[in-house]
C-alpha cells in the first residue's frame, strides 16, 4: 500500500474519532478521553479546544466531510461570544475563559474563523490580528498576555501568533501582517533561538510552530535575504534535533516516547522538509528518513483495532499509556496531512 493511501485511511479515523469526542451535553468537544474507565475527563482548556476547530477544519475541507459542520459552528458561536473589544482590536475576555488572554487565545480563534471566510468574520479576523500586532515590542517580540502578566510560553505562543497573522495576511493582504512577522522572525532567530534561550525539552515544540509559520513567511515575503535566512533558520533548529538523536531514540525505544512530541517534531520537519525537497540540498533525504521514522512511530500508536469503541482513530500518550487528548490527535493528523503534501513514501510496516 502507498504511504499517501495508507496516511489517508489513518485520517478517515481520526475523523472519525473526533465525532466520538463530542460531550452530549455541550455538544462541543471535550479535551481528555480515558479509555481503561470509557470515560471523559471534564478539564477545560481553551486555547486546544479553540485549535482542535481548526485542527478539524482542515481535516474536513482534506476528507471532503461535513458531519462536524454543525459542531464547528456551535464552537465558533461559543468563543465568538468571548470577544470584546479593547480600543480598536479583539481579545477573547479573560473571564469567559477563566485564565488569561493572551496571544495564543486569538491566534486560533482567526485560524478557527478563516474556514471558511465571510465578510462577518473577516472583521473579526482583522481585529483579532489587530491586537496581536499591538503586542509586538520594538525588538520585534510578541509580549504574551493582554494583561501586564510575566511572558509565559514564548516557545509556543510566537510561533502561532506568527502563523495566524500570516494567514490573515494571504486573506486581507495588509502588509502590517507580514512586515510584523519578517520582524519577529529576525527576532526569534538571532536572540531567542540564536542565544540558546529555548530548552532542550522545549526545541521540538518551538521548532514546530517557528517552522509552520517560517513556511508561509518563506512563501509570502519578497525579500530574497529573508527567504535565504529562514530557510536556513528552520534548517538549523531541525538538524540540531537531529543532532541530539531525537529520531534515533524513536526508532531505537518506542516505548519511551511520548506522542505529543513525536507529533509536533514531524510536522515542523515536514515543513522544513519542503524547503530542502526541490533544492537538490543533500539534507533532504536525512529528512525524508526522520520523517518515515516518526510516521512508522504514529501508525503504531493510532488505535485502530483493539480498545473502546470511542478510543478507536486516536493516539494515546503513550505506546502504553492509551490516555488520549484532542491536541494530540490533532498534531498526528497534521503531520499526516503535510507528510502527503511533501509525496513522502516510505516502507512502513503492514497495516
Known amino acids: 500500500m502507498k504511504t499517501a493511501e495508507l496516511l489517508t485511511q489513518r485520517l478517515g479515523l481520526v475523523y472519525r474519532w473526533y465525532q466520538g469526542m463530542v460531550n452530549p451535553d455541550t455538544a462541543m468537544f471535550e479535551y481528555l478521553y480515558l479509555p481503561q474507565a470509557n470515560d471523559f475527563v471534564r478539564e477545560k482548556s481553551p486555547i486546544r479546544d479553540i485549535a482542535t476547530v481548526w485542527d478539524v477544519e482542515v ?33 477573547l475576555d479573560p473571564r469567559g475563559l477563566e485564565e488569561p488572554s493572551c496571544i495564543a487565545h486569538s491566534a486560533f480563534m482567526i485560524l478557527a474563523l478563516l474556514h471558511p471566510p465571510s465578510p462577518r468574520r473577516t472583521q473579526k479576523v482583522a481585529a483579532l490580528a489587530g491586537g496581536i500586532l499591538r503586542q509586538q515590542r520594538p525588538n520585534g517580540s ?12 514564548e516557545e509556543l505562543y510566537a510561533g502561532e501568533a506568527m502563523l495566524a497573522l500570516l494567514e490573515t495576511y494571504r486573506q486581507l493582504q495588509d502588509p502590517r501582517y507580514l512586515q510584523s512577522v519578517e520582524r519577529a522572525f529576525s527576532y526569534y532567530d538571532a536572540h531567542y533561538f540564536g542565544r540558546a534561550l ?132 490533532g498534531h498526528a493528523a497534521s503531520a499526516f496531512l503535510k507528510s502527503m503534501e511533501n509525496g513522502i513514501e516510505c516502507a512502513l510496516p503492514a497495516p
Not at 509580549?143 to 501586564?148: L, N, P, T
Open 142 to 153: 510578541y509580549k504574551v498576555y493582554f494583561r501586564d502578566l510575566p511572558d509565559h510560553g
Open 198 to 329: 529555548v530548552t532542550e525539552d522545549m526545541l521540538v515544540f518551538f521548532a514546530n510552530w517557528q517552522s509552520q509559520a517560517c513556511r508561509l513567511l518563506f512563501e509570502c515575503t519578497q525579500s530574497a535575504g529573508i527567504k535565504r535566512d529562514v530557510a536556513d533558520y528552520v534548517c538549523r533548529m531541525h538538524d540540531q534535533i537531529i543532532k541530539r538523536g531525537f529520531y534515533e531514540n524513536v526508532e531505537r525505544d518506542p516505548a519511551a516516547q511520548v506522542s505529543v512530541e513525536v507529533a509536533c517534531a514531524l510536522e515542523g520537519l515536514n515543513d522544513t522538509y519542503a524547503f530542502t525537497r526541490t533544492s537538490n540540498d543533500e539534507r533532504a533525504e536525512r529528512y525524508r528518513q526522520c520523517i518515515c521514522t516518526g510516521l512508522a512511530y504514529l501508525l503504531r500508536l493510532q488505535c485502530t483495532h483493539d480498545g473502546t469503541e470511542r478510543e478507536r482513530g486516536g493516539f494515546g500518550l503513550t505506546l502504553h499509556n492509551r490516555t488520549q487528548r484532542i491536541d494530540i490527535t
Open 59 to 91: 481535516l474536513s475541507d482534506f476528507l471532503n466531510r461535513h458531519e462536524l459542520r454543525p459542531l464547528i459552528e456551535k464552537s465558533l458561536r461559543h468563543y465568538g461570544d468571548y470577544l470584546v473589544e479593547r480600543g480598536e482590536y479583539l481579545i
